[in-house]
Structure formats: structure tokens, C-alpha cells
């Protein structure tokens, strides 16, 4: 079992920053990789960021392309999401998640552990 423990959101005035990090306790993966996803209110989850646990390659939404940068440190497990000039629409609950398979993906439905979600609110 992986356990995942998301940290760093809370409330921000539009065009601040917020970093969010996400630590995976349990068992590791040598591929694989990691993502953010978001979710507002009355909205599906989406597609925020994912980076690949072996190569590092990187994945962004058009939405956040620029703003949003990910990283990782696979020596602790631990991915991070550094949100720079923050809007209002970026609002959302922020969920870190892991996919065991080789590779990034776009879809929720193929990463296999998630954590419990950060809010994120963006005020005007």
C-alpha cells in the first residue's frame, strides 16, 4: 500500500505563488510516475501536471503551461508542484496521485493511488 500526503495549499491573493508537495510513504516505484490533479466544485477531475519516476519527463495542461512547474526528488519520494502567478480559475482541490505502470498519463482513471486532496483558493 502507498500512502500519499499532500501539503502547501491554503489561501492566496491572484498572481501569488504556492508550492505543494506530495510525499509517498510504503512501498516505492522505480517507474512510474506521478501527478496533480484538480477538482472545483461541480467540475470533473483534471489533468494538471504528471512527471515520469524514471526520465523525468514532464507532462502540463494548456491551462497552467508556464505558471506550473513539476518536480520530483525520487531519493524521498516526493513530488512538488510549484504554482506561480495563480488565478482565480486555478481554484480547486488539489489531488497528488501515483501510476505504477512505465510512463505518464493524462488520465486519472490510470494512476492507481491517491492522496486525499489540498485545497487551493485563489482570490481576486
Known amino acids: 500500500q502507498v500512502q500519499l500526503a499532500e501539503s502547501g495549499g491554503g489561501l492566496v491573493q491572484a498572481g501569488g505563488s504556492l508550492r505543494l508537495s506530495c510525499a509517498a510513504a510504503g512501498r516505492t516505484f522505480s517507474s512510474g510516475a506521478m501527478g496533480w490533479f484538480r477538482q472545483a466544485p461541480g467540475k470533473e477531475r483534471e489533468f494538471v501536471a504528471a512527471?515520469?519516476?524514471?526520465?523525468?519527463?514532464?507532462y502540463y495542461a494548456d491551462s497552467v503551461k508556464g505558471r506550473f512547474t513539476i518536480s520530483r526528488d525520487n531519493a524521498k519520494n516526493t513530488v512538488y508542484l510549484q504554482m506561480n502567478s495563480l488565478k482565480p480559475e486555478d481554484t480547486a482541490v488539489y489531488y497528488c496521485?501515483?501510476?505504477?505502470?512505465?510512463?505518464?498519463?493524462?488520465?486519472?482513471?490510470?494512476?492507481?493511488?491517491w492522496g486525499q486532496g489540498t485545497q487551493v483558493t485563489v482570490s481576486s
Open positions: 512527471i515520469t519516476w524514471s526520465g523525468g519527463s514532464t
Open positions: 496521485a501515483v501510476r505504477k505502470q512505465y510512463g505518464g498519463s493524462y488520465y486519472p482513471d490510470s494512476y492507481d493511488y
